[in-house]
């Protein structure tokens, strides 16, 4: 079974990301929120939530805000 978690980062605009666990691997994407949809950009896959999380903080420079 796989699920999504958004998480949003610390600052304004672009700040939006996704990861997608399917099994015990954790894809994570940047997302760009646009008016009629959203493009999905890979940066990485791990193994862990925490090294997806820690993932999203090295990618955007900043803390994360919340995980839903």
Do not use: P
């Amino acid at each position: 079974m796989s699920r999504t978690i958004q998480v949003v980062v610390e600052g304004g605009g672009e700040n939006l990301y996704e990861i997608n666990e399917s099994g015990n691997r954790f894809s994570i994407y940047k997302i760009k929120v646009n008016l009629l949809f959203n493009a999905r950009k890979g940066i990485g896959t791990t193994g862990s939530l925490e090294n997806a999380l820690a993932l999203i903080r090295s990618h955007s420079g900043k803390s994360i805000k919340s995980v839903d």
